[in-house]
């Protein structure tokens, strides 16, 4: 067995652990008896549970079909968060202060050893965080000392605050796609063409950053953006001009991570950290970032320029 099967099996592993946490949620719904929304919460969570742990033996077709319930069902306010298990806030003050500094450990387990895998593996990106994750979660149980009936009650809890938003990165992904087939890429480099001056590798450079940023903050992912703007404006404007593809295309993806900085629309990142805060500005997040945003969009401008050429 060579390490691309490997990769593959592994994957799938992860995708089925993902979809068993689904399926908790769908079970700690349907214990709920105090959710209004209770049979609707419960089939979204255990359609997307389905579709991550058997997903690739369904027809596409079926797939899909299940998909278009889950936007009936979130479209009708049928996904709504349920009664959790209160923190007692005591307990949590005496455990953090327990922990002190430790807590911050599983954070930077998970970064560190999803490069380290990246690094000195032949395993893709997507493998190395489902193992970085896997064993982060073993490090977190080893420092907090906690029970995995924990474990379940923090996973309910943060997948029903997620709520409908879990599955927009796939979603939003899958659109991205889309928009390649369709022919987005080549409008939008049309569209550019009359506007960029001929031969100017700046002009080049900034158009595909800031495209890429803008585009991120339209759809919310910047995967989604990558392969429109790379098609639409890399290739032409940047590549043709003797960008080298490796390093335009990396510093172009985290470009568009400027984008990310500054939308709702990754609601992962800016909206469920603004709702789990209780911040009374649902934008407070996004306007704290914004500044920050900016200046990278700036650097990797500067980057792109003198690395990539």
Not at 97 to 121: D, H, Y
Not at 201 to 207: N, Y
Not at 272 to 289: F, G, M, R, T, Y
Request: charged residues 10%; glycine residues 8%; positive net charge.
């Amino acid at each position: 067995m060579d390490m691309t099967q490997v990769s593959n099996i592994l994957l799938e592993v992860f995708y089925i652990m993902l979809g068993l946490y689904m399926g908790i949620t769908m079970v700690f719904t349907l214990k709920d008896k105090n959710h209004k929304t209770r049979i609707g919460t419960a089939m979204f969570w255990g359609i997307l549970a389905a579709v991550f742990i058997v997903g690739k033996y369904i027809p596409s077709t079926i797939v899909g079909l299940l998909v278009v319930v889950i936007a009936v069902l979130s479209a009708t306010k049928q996904i709504n968060i349920g009664t959790f298990k209160q923190l007692d806030e005591t307990f949590t003050q005496l455990k953090a202060e327990k922990l002190g500094l430790k807590i911050f450990i599983p954070s930077l387990s998970i970064a560190v050893i999803a490069m380290l895998v990246a690094q000195f593996t032949s395993f893709s990106g997507t493998v190395a965080i489902g193992i970085s994750s896997t064993v982060t979660l073993l490090v977190t149980f080893m420092i907090t000392k906690a029970k995995p009936k924990e474990l379940l009650e923090d996973t309910n809890r943060m997948y029903q605050s997620m709520g409908s938003f879990t599955i927009l990165p796939q979603l939003l992904a899958s659109l991205g796609v889309l928009f390649t087939a369709a022919g987005v890429g080549d409008k939008i480099s049309s569209m550019i063409s009359g506007v960029i001056p001929s031969g100017s590798i700046l002009a080049g450079v900034i158009a595909y950053c800031v495209g890429m940023a803008v585009f991120t903050a339209i759809m919310g992912n910047a995967f989604a953006a990558f392969s429109v703007i790379t098609v639409g404006v890399g290739i032409p404007f940047v590549f043709a001009q003797g960008g080298d593809p490796a390093v335009c295309s990396i510093l172009a993806l985290t470009a568009g991570y400027c984008g990310t900085l500054l939308t709702p629309m990754a609601a992962n990142f800016n909206v469920l950290p603004a709702a789990l805060l209780e911040l009374k500005d649902k934008n407070a997040v996004i306007k704290a970032q914004a500044p920050i945003a900016l200046t990278l969009l700036a650097v990797h401008v500067v980057l792109m320029y003198t690395l990539g050429f």
